[in-house]
Each structure stands twice: as structure tokens, then as C-alpha cells.
């Protein structure tokens, strides 16, 4: 196990209950998450020191964030406390034709507005394993991502593993502001993990696959795996595979690329989706994980595609499973009868 570092943000999570719509909801459900939060604990969960960094507002939601992040032993002693709002954001869940909907309430939050200067990354990244960061964290604000680039120098510096999801989001910045920020930061990144539209709109490469038609075509990938490791040094590309067949019916597998063989997973059907949110924060840990633990590329992708699949059957953001129930699944047992 290793010491592995995360920085984002943690979010306040309003959902409407069961499939309800926004317009029906009478109360909604709590529950904290973020990329990068969602890694920290999946990463406890599996028994690595996992730390998260952040700045939450120094009143009770900002503690309740942190007391979440607490009780599934995520250590948060360089989360800083300051600013006026903790990000929210609202989740609609999908159904069959339906897609699932988010909205964000997330503007001028405590992160959003933290300065360079309230991180020492020299001394937060001092033993660590791996630093991970998402394209979230930069794409909240000019500040946030020089703080991203700050953090990658020292990782650098002191030898640390930087693992990167390109995670693009259209409703905090464009393609074109994404790439500007993105691909100077890739030049820091060892682990590279994104699906085919995280890739197109944060690095501009575009796989010849169609991803609308709820097909994946292994080979289609190869290609942008290729250019991405050679461009940018990369020594490990990774991607999933979503085959979107509804709302509530998904096709899962992975691909991963060591800049010698390409490597695929087995395929998941995932059918009905419980949660997708954080499916691929799931994929993320599971693969840093194996990379941390097995010396097995081919069973590092496999607990990767295990670990994200489960994350379909459980509501919230959080990956609440087990390094042993990842390995069942991961070894075949997917018959979901009662465990006694």
C-alpha cells in the first residue's frame, strides 16, 4: 500500500429520491462527493494512506464535508478553512430513455477563490506514492489551475507518480479553454486516464469510434492511445468503454496502454444502473491500486473495470466496497446471491 495525494474539490450533493424529476421533488438527499474526493476514499477503502486536499468555509457544511471525508478514514490535515461557500450540486437520476441530469451551484466556492500560496506542496507530496488530480480542479478557476500546476512541479521535483483524469466537464469551460490549460499540464503526467470525448475536448484527439451509436470498437482506440503516449510521454494510457444503451442499461470494459501492448478488460452488462455518478473516480482508484499493488497490468485493469462496475449498484458518490469485493466480482462471482 502507498501514500497517495488528491486534490479537488468536495461538493455538497443534493439528489431527488429514487428517479424523481427536479420539478416533483418535494426534499432531496444529502451526501457529500467530488472527483477527487470520490478517489481519496475509495483509495482508504483499499488500505492506502489517502490524503485529500482542498479548501472548504470555515462553518458547519465546510465541517460536515470534511467529517464525511473523516469517517471513511480520508486523512484531511491540508485542507485549508476559509471563503464563504461550499460547491453544490444537484443530480437528477435518469431512467431508460431519460438521461440522467446535473446541475451546479458551485460559483465562487471556497476552492474556486484559494490562492497558490495556501499549499506547500513540497511538504504535503514529502513520501508520497502518486498525486492525482482530475480536469475538474483546473477548469474551476485560473487560480485553481495554477495551484494544479504547482502541485505537479513539486510532485516532479520529488519523484512522485502524477496520475491525471482528464474528467472534461462542458458546463465549467470549453473545449478550446480546456486545451489551453490541459495539455501544458500533460507534460507532468505519467498516468493518463480518460474516455474518447475527455481526450477530444481537453487534448484535441479524436478516436475513430462512435461513441453515440452504443458500440465500442477496441481498434478504434489504438490508434489515440498510441499518439497520446507518444506526444506526451505518457507511461500509461487508460480509457473505459460505455456502451450507452439507456439510461438504465450500460456496457462496461476498459483499455489500457503501456506504450508496448495494449490490454483489455473483460466486458460488464450493467443492468439497472443504480448510480453512475462516480463510476469513473471508481475506475481511477482501481486502477492506481492495482499499479500500487499487483505488478500486473492486465489484473490492475481488471480490478479497475471490477471496482467501476460495482460503483453502477450503489447510490451516492462514494465507491463503498471492498478491496475483496472488487476481487470477487473481478474473478467471476457476479451472481449477486446473498452473502452468508
Not at 42 to 49: E, P
Not at 208 to 232: C, H, P, V
Request: glycine residues 8%; proline residues 2%.
Amino acid at each position: 500500500m502507498g501514500k497517495v495525494v488528491t486534490l479537488g474539490e468536495i461538493m455538497l450533493r443534493l439528489s431527488t429520491s429514487g428517479n424523481a424529476r427536479f420539478t416533483q421533488a418535494k426534499n432531496f438527499d444529502v451526501c457529500y462527493g467530488g472527483g477527487e474526493a470520490n478517489v481519496a476514499v475509495s483509495l482508504a477503502h483499499y488500505g492506502h494512506d489517502a490524503y485529500f486536499v482542498s479548501k472548504v468555509p470555515n462553518n458547519d457544511i465546510g465541517e460536515s464535508a470534511l467529517r464525511a471525508l473523516r469517517a471513511e478514514n480520508v486523512n484531511v490535515k491540508y485542507v485549508k478553512k476559509d471563503g464563504d461557500r461550499l460547491g453544490i450540486y444537484y443530480l437528477e437520476t435518469g431512467s431508460s430513455m431519460r438521461p440522467s441530469k446535473v446541475i451546479y451551484d458551485r460559483a465562487n466556492s471556497a476552492i474556486s477563490l484559494a490562492d497558490p500560496s495556501d499549499f506547500d506542496f513540497e511538504e504535503i507530496l514529502k513520501d508520497a506514492d502518486v498525486f492525482h488530480f482530475s480536469g475538474i480542479t483546473p477548469a474551476l478557476s485560473d487560480n485553481c489551475a495554477q495551484i494544479v500546476l504547482e502541485a505537479c512541479k513539486a510532485a516532479k521535483k520529488l519523484g512522485v507518480l502524477v496520475s491525471c483524469d482528464l474528467n472534461y466537464r462542458k458546463k465549467l469551460w470549453s473545449k478550446e479553454k480546456a486545451q489551453s490549460v490541459m495539455k501544458p499540464l500533460m507534460k507532468y503526467v505519467d498516468i493518463c486516464i480518460g474516455n474518447e470525448e475527455d481526450a477530444e475536448a481537453c487534448l484535441g484527439y479524436k478516436p475513430n469510434a462512435d461513441i453515440n451509436s452504443g458500440k465500442t470498437e477496441f481498434d478504434g482506440y489504438k490508434d489515440i492511445f498510441a499518439r497520446l503516449a507518444k506526444d506526451f510521454g505518457f507511461k500509461i494510457v487508460a480509457s473505459t468503454l460505455r456502451e450507452s444503451y439507456s439510461a438504465s442499461h450500460n456496457g462496461w470494459k476498459a483499455m489500457l496502454y503501456d506504450g508496448k501492448k495494449f490490454y483489455e478488460s473483460k466486458r460488464y452488462d450493467i443492468n439497472p444502473i443504480v448510480d453512475r455518478v462516480g463510476a469513473g473516480d471508481s475506475f481511477s482508484v482501481g486502477l492506481l491500486h492495482g499499479l500500487l499493488n499487483f505488478n500486473d497490468l492486465q489484473k490492475s485493469l481488471e480490478f479497475a473495470v471490477a471496482a467501476s462496475a460495482l460503483k453502477h449498484t450503489i447510490p451516492g458518490d462514494f465507491n463503498e466496497v471492498s478491496e475483496q469485493e472488487v476481487l470477487n466480482l473481478m474473478n467471476g462471482d457476479a451472481s449477486g446471491r446473498v452473502s452468508r
